[in-house]
């Protein structure tokens, strides 16, 4: 089953099993941050793609609870690490906090966008309902007794970016093969693109699987006891737009599970 996290407004034509779908999105645009944060020059030597959003009051003492290690702290802002439940340290989420209200969780402008999905969230779902990212701002905001506030996207390296869409598939059939069809629009500015792969193993089987565009591999892996996912990068070639190219997720393990998915960055035509 295909499904959308979006971000912004898209419209992709997507082949599933030979059959053809329209798919229309409605979300968050991506949006740049005030240029008046106290922390701002930090963010913008450090911080990757990032969920942002303003609440009623923070506590710099009791975010600073949310947090397994503090990075830097100021009379105006604190930032630091908030680990995730069922994930381990490698996708902790740095959480800039300031007296103004404002709430940042980023990856580092190193890591890949596509970090941010949540394959935990996902498992066993009937759709997307968060990514890791905003998981780290709920933990924030609960140790702060405040709520979450409405969430904007926003990644450092592509300050014109407007909008971000993911695109996720998973295959539970042993030795079995999920695909889809992707078109990326030519008058869109595509500014990053990138995979991510994930495979979950109850520890009942020996569980593998690979991804690939258009047959060409783009990761294999397999996975012990647990969830085992990686990133990485595709190229603009790959996914070469006004043409439809093929994902492909084959998966290897009984009562197990395989993900990928494809994350766009990018501006539609004015």
């Known amino acids: ?34 240029e008046g944060l106290a ?56 959480v800039y906090v300031d007296i103004s209200g404002w709430i940042i969780a980023y990856y580092r402008n190193t890591e890949k966008a596509s970090k941010i999905i949540d394959w935990v969230d996902y498992y066993g779902n009937p759709e997307i309902t968060s990514t890791k990212l905003s998981d780290a701002i709920d933990i924030v905001t609960l140790e702060m007794l405040v709520l979450p506030p409405d969430i904007k996207y926003f990644d450092f390296r592509y300050p014109d970016a407007t909008k971000m869409m993911i695109v996720t598939d998973e295959e539970f059939v042993h030795l079995a093969t999920e695909t889809f069809r992707i078109k990326v629009p030519g008058d869109y500015s595509t500014y990053n693109r990138t995979w991510s792969h994930a495979i979950y193993d109850q520890g009942t089987s020996s569980t593998s ?25 595709i190229t603009p070639t790959q996914l070469f737009p006004n043409v439809f ?23 539609e035509p004015q």
């Open 245 to 267: 190219h093929e994902i492909s997720l084959y998966h290897y393990g009984g009562n197990d599970a395989s993900y990928v998915g494809i994350m766009l960055i990018y501006t």
């Open 209 to 233: 699987g690979n991804i690939q565009i258009d047959g060409v591999e783009l990761h294999s892996g397999s996975s012990g006891e647990g969830w085992q996912i990686w990133e990485g990068d």
């Open 39 to 94: 922390g701002l020059s930090f963010l913008e030597d450090e911080a990757g793609i990032s969920a942002y959003g303003q609440v009623s009051s923070t506590n710099l003492d009791l975010a600073e609870n949310a947090f397994k290690n503090v990075e830097k702290k100021t009379a105006e802002y604190i930032i630091g690490s908030v680990a995730l439940t069922d994930y381990g340290e490698t996708h902790d989420v740095h």
């Open 1 to 34: 089953m295909i499904r959308f996290l979006t971000f912004g407004f898209i419209v992709l034509m997507l082949v599933v099993s030979g059959m053809t779908y329209a798919q229309e999105n409605n979300s968050f645009n991506m949006a740049p941050l005030d």
